[in-house]
């Protein structure tokens, strides 16, 4: 086995672990929003944006969630990036109109 087969290997277990975590977390009643720190939320959201930046420009465009994903929870996902960099709707239809 490569290295990088190793590490893509390592980075799949990661993201199972991760989602089995998160999926626990989110049906956990006595779970609520705020007893997650915003600096782990921020940890994972950051990991995510940063390697799908880095796929969508190697290998162009993808859809980055499963069809269990809501409507609704991707424009708060995508909202909640934007604000986080200080961009409104204008700036992003510009990337929009950018070829994919």
């Known amino acids: 086995m490569s290295p990088s087969e190793t590490r893509t290997d390592a980075l799949a277990d990661v993201a199972a672990t991760l989602e089995a975590h998160v999926d626990r977390v989110i049906h956990a009643a006595e779970t609520a929003p705020q007893d997650i720190?915003?600096?782990t939320l921020r940890s994972v959201v950051t990991a995510a944006a940063r390697l799908h930046a880095r796929f969508a420009e190697a290998s162009g465009a993808v859809d980055p969630l499963r069809a269990d994903v809501s409507p609704t929870e991707a424009v708060d996902l995508a909202c909640g990036l934007l604000r986080a960099?200080?961009?409104?709707p204008f700036d992003l239809a510009l990337w929009?109109?950018?070829?994919?």
């Open 96 to 100: 929009f109109s950018r070829p994919a």
């Open 37 to 39: 720190s915003a600096e």
């Open 85 to 88: 960099r200080d961009l409104n």
